[in-house]
T-cell receptor, first 114, second 113 residues
Framework: NAGVTQTPKFQVLKTGQSMTLQCAQD?????MYWYRQDPGMGLRLIYY???????DKGEVPNGYNVSRLNKREFSLRLESAAPSQTSVYFC?????????????FGPGTRLLVL | KQEVTQIPAALSVPEGENLVLNCSFT??????LQWFRQDPGKGLTSLLL?????REQTSGRLNASLDKSSGRSTLYIAASQPGDSATYLC????????????FGSGTKLNVKP
């Protein structure tokens, strides 16, 4: 039982390049989330998926797109990376709405945009 | 919009001391509150989850309390150890949207041997 896994662990991009961050969970959770963490700002929600087939914007969605590929996988795409997107990105999951539920986090992807 | 605040931002204590970390939130209509630990360069690990109907939760040397009316939660760590050094974050989940978690910016704890 690996929990929540993320790839890659670290990435350097040039401004304007695109990339996809991958996330998978093996806990049969319904809900999945993407956050970014910046110094002194805590975690901010980018997008979430309450259940397979649905996605919704969080607090800071601009410049990002997501895909809930199936129940296990939730990817985050940067179409044209900007230096302001330099951050640590975390994926998380919970069992789902109305089920209380601890949020479980992946180890993070550290992204540097030059 | 829910605002979550953690004060102090950093705390340094000698080993063995009992300590309290604070978390305050502006919207008292919460579904639950969760405390996390984050080690440098790592993801978040859940420590304790308190449902809105509960007043406290305990796990080993950790005790978390919740006072919805005042918009506050505290994390009490007994007999602190150097291994407790980490950043501690709280997050609240609201009643009107289970799918959004609001995080504080954390308290960075250093326990000196």
């Amino acid at each position: 039982n690996a929990g929540v896994t993320q790839t890659p662990k670290f990435q350097v991009l040039k401004t304007g390049q695109s990339m996809t961050l991958q996330c998978a969970q093996d806990m049969n959770h319904n809900s999945m989330y993407w956050y970014r963490q910046d110094p002194g700002m805590g975690l901010r929600l980018i997008y979430y998926s309450a259940s397979e087939g649905t996605t919704d914007k969080g607090e800071v969605p601009n410049g990002y797109n997501v895909s809930r590929l199936n129940k296990r996988e939730f990817s985050l795409r940067l179409e044209s990376a900007a230096p302001s997107q330099t951050s640590v990105y975390f994926c998380a999951s919970t069992r789902g709405q109305g089920q209380g539920g601890t949020q479980y986090f992946g180890p993070g992807t550290r992204l540097l945009v030059l | 919009k829910q605002e979550v605040t953690q004060i102090p931002a950093a705390l340094s204590v000698p080993e063995g001391e009992n300590l309290v970390l604070n978390c305050s939130f502006t919207d008292s209509a919460i579904y639950n509150l969760q405390w996390f630990r984050q080690d440098p360069g790592k993801g978040l690990t859940s420590l304790l989850l308190i449902q809105s109907s509960q007043r406290e939760q305990t796990s080993g040397r950790l005790n978390a309390s919740l006072d919805k009316s005042s918009g506050r939660s505290t994390l009490y760590i007994a007999a602190s150890q150097p291994g407790d050094s980490a950043t501690y974050l709280c997050a609240v989940r609201l009643m009107d949207n289970f799918n959004k978690f609001y995080f504080g910016s954390g308290t960075k704890l250093n326990v000196k041997p």
